[in-house]
T-cell receptor, first 114, second 113 residues
Framework: DTAVSQTPKYLVTQMGNDKSIKCEQNLGHDTMYWYKQDSKKFLKIMFSYNNKELIINETVPNRFSPKSPDKAHLNLHINSLELGDSAVYFC?????????????FGPGTRLTVT | GNSVTQMEGPVTLSEEAFLTINCTYTATGYPSLFWYVQYPGEGLQLLLKATKADDKGSNKGFEATYRKETTSFHLEKGSVQVSDSAVYFCALSDDRGAQKLVFGQGTRLTINP
């Protein structure tokens, strides 16, 4: 069983479109995250939810909107996609919100905006 | 703010060579330190961690020691294998505030047979 799964794995779309990426974890964790990895492999946190409550919201354009319908799911919706949004997006989860906990990462969603 | 600096890659070694990937950090408080590994086409996996000064994390033959005096957490392995080829990320999490993970820029390691 996959611990943290993301769909889709690849997403190719045009500028201006709206798209969503879904994430699910079956580990029973309370905390979930979205990260963006750019073309140089630099990884930066975007959002974090704990028990469906937003606890980390980095300086991210408000075109990005996370939604957590329950503890096991954290989706990322992106409006009006731009070329600069092309990246790999990783979902992760951990037992709790503290940084000392190990984070478990999904396989990533490669978003290409043309 | 908190930051992590890793040695520039890419690093290319022959099988059975000794590996060191340098990592230094800047943080307030008393951070926890981590090494994550990303194999091709996959997400990150925790390789090892240390939560206080002088702790040594180890896993799969890799080791790193939390050195507060030099603010370092260098990754070492005595004899690398082709299967160790991956991107390695050093990261820290502070013990205060949002306690988010801050990653270094990653070091790509290639091991040749």
């Amino acid at each position: 069983d996959t611990a943290v799964s993301q769909t889709p794995k690849y997403l190719v779309t045009q500028m201006g479109n709206d798209k969503s990426i879904k994430c699910e974890q079956n580990l029973g964790h309370d905390t979930m995250y979205w990260y963006k990895q750019d073309s140089k492999k630099f990884l930066k946190i975007m959002f974090s939810y704990n028990n469906k409550e937003l606890i980390i919201n980095e300086t991210v354009p408000n075109r990005f909107s996370p939604k957590s319908p329950d503890k096991a799911h954290l989706n990322l919706h992106i409006n009006s996609l731009e070329l600069g949004d092309s990246a790999v997006y990783f979902c992760a989860s951990s037992p709790g919100p503290g940084g000392r906990y190990e984070q478990y990462f999904g396989p990533g969603t490669r978003l290409t905006v043309t | 703010g908190n930051s992590v600096t890793q040695m520039e890659g890419p690093v290319t070694l022959s099988e059975e060579a000794f590996l060191t990937i340098n990592c230094t950090y800047t943080a307030t408080g008393y951070p926890s330190l981590f090494w994550y590994v990303q194999y091709p086409g996959e997400g990150l996996q925790l390789l090892l961690k240390a939560t206080k000064a002088d702790d040594k994390g180890s896993n799969k033959g890799f080791e790193a020691t939390y050195r507060k005096e030099t603010t370092s957490f260098h990754l070492e392995k005595g004899s690398v294998q082709v299967s160790d080829s991956a991107v390695y990320f050093c990261a820290l999490s502070d013990d205060r505030g949002a306690q988010k993970l801050v990653f270094g820029q990653g070091t790509r390691l290639t091991i040749n047979p």
